[in-house]
C-alpha cells in the first residue's frame, strides 16, 4: 500500500513540475467540470461492516498539455451498512492527475487528497486518500476502474477501502 501512495506521489510532484515549465491558459477548449457516479464493493476489514458503497463526485478538469488532464475533486460517497452496523460517509477534497495518451481511448489517473468522515462515531475521523484508476474516455464522458483508500491511523479507526467501477459525465463550455 505504501509503494501506491510513494507512486501516487511521486506521479502529481513530476506534473506539477513539468506543468510548471510553460503558463497555460485556460479556455472554454482545455477545461471543462466533470460530473460522475460510482460504486464499489468494500475491501478488507470495511467488508465486514458494510455491504456496498455508492457516491457522486464533481471534478474540474484543465487539460495543461495534449495529454495530462490536472484539476481539484470533491463529492460525497455512502457506505451502507451490513446488520446492525451504522450508515456513515466519505466527502474527499484532493487534486487529481490523468493521462490521456491519445483524444480517445484508455487513460490512467490518480486522486490524492484528504477524506472527511460523516455519520457513525466510529468512522468520523478522516485521512489521507488515494484514488488510482483506468479507463477509457471520449469528448463526452469517460468510464473508469479504481480503487478508493482512505488511511487512518490506529488511534482515528480502520482504513477504509473499496474497489468499484464510476463514470463521468464531460460538461464542456464551449
Request: glycine content about 14%.
Amino acid at each position: 500500500m505504501k509503494t501506491i501512495i510513494s507512486a501516487t506521489i511521486a506521479c502529481i510532484m513530476a506534473i506539477g513540475l513539468y506543468a510548471q515549465q510553460r503558463p497555460t491558459e485556460i479556455t472554454p477548449q482545455n477545461s471543462w467540470i466533470k460530473t460522475g457516479i460510482n460504486i464499489g464493493v468494500p475491501v478488507g476489514t470495511l467488508a465486514d461492516q458494510t455491504s456496498v458503497a455508492l457516491g457522486a463526485e464533481v471534478k474540474g478538469q484543465l487539460m495543461s498539455t495534449p495529454n495530462w488532464g490536472l484539476g481539484l475533486t470533491s463529492g460525497y460517497t455512502h457506505y451502507f451498512p451490513k446488520s446492525s452496523n451504522e450508515n456513515f460517509g466519505s466527502v474527499p477534497v484532493g487534486a487529481f492527475a490523468r493521462y490521456y495518451p491519445a483524444s480517445r481511448g484508455f487513460f490512467v489517473g490518480a486522486d490524492l487528497g484528504y477524506s472527511f468522515q460523516t455519520g457513525s462515531g466510529a468512522n468520523r475521523n478522516g485521512g489521507m486518500y488515494v484514488r488510482p484508476q483506468i479507463g477509457y474516455h471520449n469528448r463526452l464522458w469517460n468510464i473508469f476502474g479504481f480503487y478508493n483508500g482512505v488511511f487512518r491511523n490506529n488511534a482515528n479507526g480502520r482504513h477504509i477501502q473499496h474497489v468499484g467501477l464510476g463514470t463521468t459525465f464531460n460538461i464542456m463550455f464551449d
